[in-house]
């Protein structure tokens, strides 16, 4: 079956150090990929997602994401982390069974030290 | 654009009482909307797919009759706890796709529901 794995459940980052957070997926074909990102008792935003074409996909907030194939990757980066980054951030791909199914890593907590 | 409105934000009820949570897509249809779950510090769990005119799809483990889902037209779904229990209260997020297949959710803000 299909699966999005976060490997990391908390990271902490200095504010203005760059930022990679891990997503690894199990699929059978090209998947189609998302990064969200929730604050505190919120809902959760779309950063970025992938569909096809170039695998270096810009996203909002100055999140950017890798796609890569031969590592089953699709990593979320940000070269210089702000304090406001700190959330939590889930890597995120459609169900395969089901056309309308999303599926969430469990997630990736960021804290930003002063 | 693509916004989607969940009220309310947050809620307090007794034993027993039932619940209702909306979820509207502002300026988009939404022929599908989903309910989550999410507890503390967990990722979001699917409890059903909420289909317009017809009716929900559970997944496996969540009491139809527990959470009752009413998709009346393109623009609201409904999730109404019934006699709720403290075991329910919990995060509820809802989400629509504006188009289909592959396309990104848009999530409400989330209801916290809070049984006493």
């Known amino acids: 079956a299909q699966s999005v794995t976060q490997p990391d459940i908390h990271i902490t980052v200095s504010e203005g150090a760059s930022l990679e957070l891990r997503c690894n997926y199990s699929y059978g074909a090209t998947p189609y990929l998302f990064w969200y990102v929730q604050s505190p008792g919120q809902g959760l935003q779309l950063l970025l997602k992938?569909?096809?074409?170039?695998?270096l996909v810009q996203g909002i907030k100055g999140f950017e994401a890798e796609f890569k194939r031969s590592q089953s990757s699709f990593n979320l980066r940000k070269p210089s982390v702000h304090w406001s980054d700190a959330a939590e951030y889930f890597c995120?791909?459609?169900?395969?069974?089901?056309?309308?199914?999303?599926?969430f890593g469990s997630g990736t907590r960021l804290s930003i030290r002063p | 654009g693509a916004v989607v409105s969940q009220h309310p934000s947050w809620v307090i009820c007794k034993s027993g009482t039932s619940v209702k949570i909306e979820c509207r897509s502002l300026?988009?249809?939404?022929?599908?909307m989903f309910w989550y779950r999410q507890f503390p510090k967990q990722s979001l769990m699917l409890m059903a797919t909420?289909?317009?005119?017809?009716?929900?799809?559970?997944e496996q483990g969540v009491e139809k009759d527990k959470f009752l889902i009413n998709h009346a037209s393109l623009t609201l779904s409904t999730l109404t706890v019934t006699s709720a229990h403290p075991e329910d209260s919990s995060f509820y997020i809802c989400?629509?796709?504006?188009?289909?297949?592959?396309?990104?959710?848009?999530f409400g803000n989330g209801t916290r529901l809070t049984v006493t």
């Open positions: 909420s289909n317009e005119g017809s009716k929900a799809t559970y």
């Open positions: 995120a791909a459609p169900g395969y069974s089901s056309a309308s199914k999303i599926i």
């Open positions: 989400s629509a796709s504006s188009s289909g297949y592959n396309s990104p959710l848009h």
């Open positions: 300026d988009f249809q939404a022929t599908t």
């Open positions: 992938y569909f096809s074409g170039d695998t």
